[in-house]
């Protein structure tokens, strides 16, 4: 995709999601916009060598009276054969359909719109909840042109990932790649293009914690100026 | 320690392994890795299956897991399960490390977290089907051309960076003030900190990221 990016997650967010302790319905959102966008994916691969620099540099627990057993446990893993086909999965790429519309979508949902069960509509608006989640709060929306897009009424944030088309809103226009991060007390109103329809991803998420307060997150790189 | 990183020569190139001799002993001198040592015994590993190799790697970064383990779980036994799973992990897929995209602990620290998450989603048995190969590209991007760092000099010299300067975490605002004020090579400054090259050149593009979120946001 050549759309340059201009919404990104906060990099509280993209640090959390490279340590692995972001919840992981709204890590499967901020995938989703680093398989979109080449600027998160340098920032989180160099986050990911911060997190190896400081795993090498780890200081090991003193356990002076019950030492782990290390030998035993390399020679049952040496026993081991290596992987002999390293799985390279390179599929073309990967579609969703809604009635006679195909749409492409990242890497990271592959699986799991493989498993996607069925759009149900609502006048200009479909939804199709992705099997992630026992309370299934993960979904791809498709909006037909010219349309208000519902806000939702919850505690926690509500993730909006452009996959196809752009919306627009008070503060300006969102394309493919861009993420919106909406709190509970959010006011705007987003619509589809008049002459446009979008494909997004949905994220409905529990209240994330954060030391540093939360305003950090919903601060994105929005300005950036590259 | 049954094992000590410093006692066993491997059967590759065991030459390669003496590096630090030149080094003064000190306290330091235990947590030394010199640069390239461990993606060479991945590349061992990953060829030959050569165990001593991987008992070099295992000696180093298994009681580390550990104490990261540890720190993630809080319990031993869940912290051991991660150690042995990562380090299966490392044996088993050597051949996927590709020593000229990164580092070795880069590589082991993503194995490690992927390991952890998985074992997290299933202790919590939800029905979630988001996993670790969902959220984590198991390949490569395509590579970025270097932004270059000289565009930034006019950035860094601006007045108002300095206070955002102070407020860096202090592994990048150390790194920056080496290259930038004390105008050290990277190199250099890899060395002098024993720390990969390539940490010192993300440190450097994060807390370049940082400095120009935080002049965007004054702007704003
Ligand atoms: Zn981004």
Redesign the pocket.
């Known amino acids: 995709m050549t759309h340059a990016?201009k919404h990104?997650p906060g990099i509280p967010l993209l640090e959390q999601y490279v340590e692995g302790t972001l919840e992981a319905d709204v890590a499967l959102a901020v995938a989703a916009?680093i398989d979109l966008?080449p600027?998160?994916q340098q920032l989180c691969q160099d986050l990911a060598v911060e997190q190896g620099t400081q795993l090498q540099l780890m200081k090991p627990v003193d356990t002076q009276d019950s030492e782990p057993d290390w030998q035993t446990m390399i020679d049952s893993i040496t026993a081991e054969p290596p992987l002999a086909n390293p799985p390279r999965q390179h599929k073309g790429p990967i579609t969703v359909q809604f009635k006679d519309k195909t749409f492409q979508v990242p890497r990271a949902l592959a699986r799991l719109v493989e498993q996607q069960t069925k759009w149900t509509q609502l006048g200009s608006i479909a939804n199709n909840k992705l099997p992630a989640g026992d309370k299934r709060h993960v979904s791809l929306l498709y909006i037909d042109k010219d349309t208000a897009i519902p806000q939702h009424t919850h505690r926690g944030l509500e993730i909006t990932l452009i996959l196809s088309g752009a919306i627009v809103d008070e503060q300006g226009q969102y394309g493919v790649g861009d993420i919106l991060i909406n709190t509970p007390d959010d006011t705007h109103t987003p619509r589809t293009l008049p002459d446009q329809d979008c494909l997004c991803l949905s994220v409905l998420s529990a209240p994330l914690k954060f030391n540093k307060g939360i305003t950090r997150l919903l601060n994105p790189l929005q300005h950036f100026f590259y | 320690m049954l094992l000590n990183s410093q006692s066993i020569q491997g059967h590759y190139g065991s030459s390669t392994l003496k590096s630090d001799a030149v080094k003064p002993m000190n306290e330091e001198s235990t947590t030394h890795t010199r640069t390239g040592q461990w993606e060479d015994a991945l590349s061992y590993v990953a060829v030959n299956q050569d165990k001593a190799a991987y008992a070099e790697l295992f000696a180093y970064f298994a009681p580390r897991l550990k104490a990261f383990g540890m720190k993630m779980f809080g319990n031993e036994q869940q912290a051991l399960e991660m150690v042995q799973d990562t380090m299966l992990n490392v044996w088993r897929k050597a051949r996927l490390f590709d020593p000229t995209r990164g580092c070795a602990s880069t590589w082991i620290f993503t194995i490690a977290r992927n390991v952890r998450f998985d074992m997290l989603r299933k202790k919590q048995s939800r029905k979630d089907d988001i996993s670790a190969d969902d959220l984590w590209y198991d390949g490569n991007y395509p590579e970025q051309e270097d932004s270059g760092s000289h565009q930034w000099d006019t950035l860094l010299m601006a007045e108002k960076v300095a206070p955002h300067f102070e407020r860096l975490p202090e592994a990048q605002r150390q790194v920056m003030t080496k290259v930038y004020l004390e105008e050290k090579s990277h190199q250099e400054v890899s060395d002098e900190l024993a720390i990969p090259l390539g940490t010192v050149k993300s440190r450097i593009r994060l807390a370049l990221d940082r400095l120009r979120e935080a002049l965007d946001d004054t702007r704003s």
Do not use: F, W, Y
């Open positions: 990016v990104h916009h966008c600027h998160c």
